[in-house]
């Protein structure tokens, strides 16, 4: 019994330790692969809105005028909402969400 608690918390010592490491990098491709997955139907695989999104209202990802709404209004409207646009909140963790807003910088 002892044995078994002392490699269950060295196993996870050690996946939490590989988890930080990988994290910084994994990030960015997590984020491109949940953005494939759950937004890309609306905002198209580039970001500029599929024929769907912009029937809904969505707008091009690399305007300026999405461009220019800073990170706490891109993750307000991701988190609660905003018209037609599902919110994730609860679907999606927040570090999640901190990585599409990256990914969405990266589509200017
Ligand atoms: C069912 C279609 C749909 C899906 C799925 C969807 N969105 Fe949206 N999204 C919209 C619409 C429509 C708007 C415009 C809302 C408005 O301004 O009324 C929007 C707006 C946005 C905006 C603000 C900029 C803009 O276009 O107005 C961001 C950022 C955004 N969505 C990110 C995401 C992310 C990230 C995901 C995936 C986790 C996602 N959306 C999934 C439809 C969708």
């Keep these: 019994m002892k044995h078994l608690s002392v490699r269950v918390v060295l196993v996870s010592l050690l996946a939490s330790g590989v988890i930080a490491i990988c994290s910084s990098t994994a990030m960015a491709q997590d984020a491109a ?3 494939k997955a759950k937004c890309a139907m609306c905002h198209g695989p580039d970001g500029k809105g599929s ?3 912009v029937k809904m209202g969505a707008h091009d990802f690399t305007s300026a005028d999405v461009q220019k709404q800073s990170d706490a209004q891109l993750t307000a409207i ?4 905003k018209g037609k646009m599902p ?3 609860g679907k999606l963790k927040d570090s999640d969400i901190a ?3 990256a990914y969405i910088r990266t589509l200017k």
């Excluded at 991701?78 to 909402?81: A, D, L, V």
């Design 87 to 89: 919110a994730y909140s």
């Design 51 to 53: 024929t769907m999104g």
């Design 99 to 101: 990585g599409l807003v």
């Design 33 to 35: 692969a949940t953005y």
């Design 78 to 81: 991701i988190t609660n909402g």
